[in-house]
């Protein structure tokens, strides 16, 4: 098997772990040897090739040909910084369990704040955006109890599962036809009574679009509704140089919100899992107060643990984005931001080869690297038909897509002649969220455009 299909120079990137490795038992010379050998390094290495073939049964994730959900590798940077933090396996809970990966915490999350201008904030990385979205969530029912949640129908589920297991009344409000939060249908429901936090969907999971922050923030200063960003796929585009006029200002006025959630384990290039939650406002910190007999006393330095609902977190994770934001610092007009422009390109040129076919239906342009399409056919159920052959002869041939099922109504059937007798249509939908998919974007419409001919036969 050739190595580098999955891990690039990995020969050279063991050496330097290896490196690395060596620099930080430094640090420990002092110590009484410990021989302890709990098992054999034998059995180690038996368990260890059984659990690599046991990982042969999964997409290949890591390859520009996976272009499916929303799983983008990590840094090579971050994986060997996580790596070697795990020697440490320190605790972000507390100073006592991590107090070098809690300062990187700290710098690292500071970084994530400054690309939406926040110097003054509350904030810390999270098990991911769902974690994330809970604090935001729970911060709100402290801050406004009992009022009402909104969020785009296109919003991430978990705003209305979250809302669930606060006990925090929620409500929906419809998308338009560019999957995007319908004004005035906020409006109506704005009319109908006070609504206490909206979240603003900044990046859709299923088509990465934007909802219109703008008018969100002009109907704020008239309602004085709390307004939390989830920008858990989104959040770094803000960087991106390639966006719309319209997207542009969506990112341009993300500093006005009150918190954001942002998943470095996304576009940040980092092993799973890694989320963000911000707090414009500070003082929110009150609110997590509580009470430890234990933790909180080696040091009068902020211990994470008392402002977030987790207690244990993995020192490791913070250390793996600190080491790579260090090495691709997040500014506009750099290589991070690049990488970025990359995946929206290709997303782009996709779209465009899509929308010229005629044997293919597409929706709206994508605002960030995700699209969608399906294949044409005389009805809804008939493209949905296909839209699923399509993904199994596409896999086949060993490209990777995925299955989204949305609203007709973000394809405008009536152009195409298609009949309309269901309300949802099943659709193929791409993440080009990989760098390398825009080098790769000719080989991918090459295996698409076969596998289409294929079931059209």
């Known amino acids: 098997m050739d190595e580098t299909r999955i891990t690039g120079s990995d020969p050279e990137s063991i050496r330097i772990l290896e490196s690395a490795l060596r620099r930080l038992n430094n640090g420990f010379q002092d110590l009484e040897p410990n021989s302890t050998n709990i098992i054999g390094i034998r059995q180690i290495e038996e368990v260890l090739l059984e659990v690599a073939d046991r990982m042969k049964d999964n997409f290949p ?270 500014v506009k007009e750099g290589e991070f931001a690049g990488l970025l422009d990359l995946g929206r390109e290709a997303a782009l040129l996709l779209y465009g080869k899509l929308k010229t076919d005629n044997r293919f239906i597409t929706a709206f342009a994508p605002e960030l690297d995700i699209l969608i399409w399906a294949p044409k056919a005389s009805s809804v159920t008939e493209c949905s038909k296909r839209s699923r052959q399509l993904f199994e002869q596409a896999g086949r041939n060993n490209l990777h897509l995925a299955l989204a099922e949305l609203p007709c109504h973000f394809f405008d059937l009536d152009r195409e002649d298609i009949l309309r007798d269901r309300d949802t249509i099943t659709c193929l939908r791409s993440v080009l969220m990989k760098p390398e998919h825009k080098e790769w974007l000719p080989r991918l419409w090459e295996i698409l455009s076969q596998s289409m001919d294929h079931i059209l036969r």
């Open 61 to 330: 994730y890591f390859h520009p040909l996976y272009a499916g959900q929303m799983m983008k590798p990590p840094h090579p940077l971050a994986r060997l910084a996580y790596m070697l933090a795990l020697y440490i396996n320190p605790n972000n809970h507390a100073l006592d369990g991590g107090r070098a990966s809690s300062h990187m915490e700290k710098e690292a999350v500071a970084r994530i704040a400054a690309m939406f201008g926040w110097e003054t904030f509350l904030g810390h990385l999270t098990g991911g955006g769902t974690m994330a979205n809970l604090e935001a969530l729970w911060l709100a029912g402290q801050v406004h109890p009992g009022k009402l949640i909104v969020a785009s129908s296109q919003a991430h589920y978990t705003h209305t599962r979250l809302s669930k297991v606060l006990g925090l009344p929620f409500q929906t409000v419809p998308a338009n036809r560019f999957g995007k939060m319908d004004m005035e249908e906020l409006k109506r429901l704005l009319n109908m009574g006070p609504i206490g936090t909206l979240v603003a969907t900044i990046g859709t999971t299923a088509t990465g679009a934007t909802d219109p922050l703008p008018e969100i923030l002009r109907l704020q200063e008239e309602h004085g509704f709390r307004i939390h960003a989830d920008t858990a796929y989104g959040g770094y585009f803000t960087l991106a140089g390639t966006l719309a006029a319209p997207t542009r200002e969506v990112y341009d006025r993300l500093g006005e919100v009150d918190s954001i959630v942002v998943d470095p384990h996304k576009h940040g290039m980092q092993p799973y899992g890694c989320g963000c939650i911000l707090f414009k406002d500070p003082s929110v910190g009150v609110h997590y107060k509580h009470d430890s007999p234990y933790t909180y006393f080696s040091s009068d330095e902020l211990h994470l643990g008392e402002i977030s609902l987790e207690c244990s977190r993995p020192g490791a994770s913070a250390v793996a984005l600190w080491a790579t934001q260090t090495l691709l610092p997040m």
